[in-house]
């Protein structure tokens, strides 16, 4: 158990960040799975609108530092590359 004050202030701001990082990886979960489906659903135009708008939000997560810079930017190349696919 925490004994100083530096040490019960960050486990309360852990639990605040780890809240507040959850949110964040979710949101960006559900921007890639409305790409997956559309690619499965097979329709490109759908599949382009969705990927253009899973960018920003796979940056915005390497930018708040919740997702490492080479996985977001590996994601973002097989999606592209499936939707180029189609």
């Keep these: 158990m925490a004994n100083t004050p530096q040490a019960k202030k960050r486990i309360r701001r852990n639990e605040k960040r780890a809240e507040i990082n959850g949110a964040r990886m979710s949101r960006i979960r559900n921007f ?46 097989r999606l592209s590359k499936r939707v180029s696919a189609l």
Excluded at 47 to 60: S, V
Aim: proline letters at 2%.
């Design 32 to 77: 890639l799975k409305k790409v997956e489906t559309a690619i499965e659903g097979g329709d490109k135009d759908s599949a382009q609108t969705a990927l253009r708008n899973a960018q920003p939000e796979l940056a915005r997560g390497v930018a708040r530092g919740v997702l490492h810079k080479n996985t977001a930017s590996r994601k973002m190349s």
